[in-house]
């Protein structure tokens, strides 16, 4: 247990639709990263906050958006879903204080299967 | 930009033989951090092992250890007396120690799923 949790586990939904994916990082951690897997695309990055303020971002749609609130969860929010949003989605923390470090270790969540019908 | 490339998808070792997974990753920079990750049917990404490019040493954890070979961008990982635990995908991953943008964040091969037989 890597101390990251992710709710829900699995969600199936319909294209057009919206959800929202959340994650609590593990304590102390103030960096939160947002992957997704899927078979097309393999594992990529898509999103970092840190300290609630975004820090970086990757090959994120602008359908997708997400958001790190004051108690340091995060959310991920899919709208407008189409077949191909279907995907694994990751959260990971990182244990620096800084947010900044690569040598930071990510810690990942069991993920969130999302399926769009 | 750069690429990681695990050119087995599929590998097998019998229990208790050991196997060597490959990745060889395409960077123009200098310094940056190579991971193996390990996820198992439960689909948890696991850390496994993490090389410094700066470090000429090879890393080593218990039964993993890794062959990091800078000047052919090549980081293959070992694994000893492969256990039925060690069935998983593997995912080689590359991190910039340059931080901007989405430079320093995990960029992933497209792993290699071992299968260990009794």
């Known amino acids: 247990d890597s101390g990251v949790t992710q709710t829900p586990k699995h969600l199936i939904t319909a294209t057009g639709q919206r959800v929202t994916l959340r994650c609590s990082p593990r304590s102390g951690d103030l960096s939160v990263y947002w992957y997704q897997q899927s078979l097309d695309q393999g594992l990529q990055f898509l999103i970092q906050?840190?300290?609630?303020?975004?820090?970086a971002k990757g090959n994120i749609l602008e359908r997708f958006s997400a958001q790190q609130f004051p108690d340091l969860h995060s959310e991920l929010n899919l709208s407008s879903l189409e077949l191909g949003d279907s995907a694994l989605y990751f959260c990971?923390?990182?244990?620096?204080?800084?947010?900044?470090?690569?040598?930071?270790?990510?810690?990942f969540g069991p993920g969130t299967r999302l399926l769009v019908l | 930009a750069q690429t990681v490339t695990q050119s087995q998808p599929e590998m097998s070792v019998q229990e208790a033989e050991t196997v060597t997974l490959s990745c060889t990753y395409d960077?123009?920079?200098?310094?940056?951090?190579l991971f193996w990750y390990k996820q198992p049917p439960s689909r948890q990404m696991i850390l496994v092992i993490r090389?410094?490019?700066?470090?000429?040493q090879n890393a080593t954890e218990n039964r993993f250890s890794v062959n990091f070979q800078k000047a052919a961008k090549s980081f293959s990982l070992k694994i000893s007396d492969s256990q039925l635990g060690d069935a998983a995908m593997y995912f080689c991953?590359?991190?910039?120690?340059?931080?901007?943008?989405?430079?320093?964040?995990?960029?992933f091969g497209k792993g290699t799923k071992l299968s260990v037989k009794p």
């Open positions: 990971a923390s990182s244990e620096g204080p800084s947010g900044t470090d690569p040598r930071e270790t990510q810690y």
């Open positions: 960077t123009s920079e200098s310094d940056y951090y």
């Open positions: 090389q410094e490019a700066y470090k000429q």
């Open positions: 906050y840190y300290n609630g303020e975004e820090r």
């Open positions: 991953a590359y991190r910039s120690a340059y931080y901007g943008g989405s430079q320093g964040n995990l960029i």
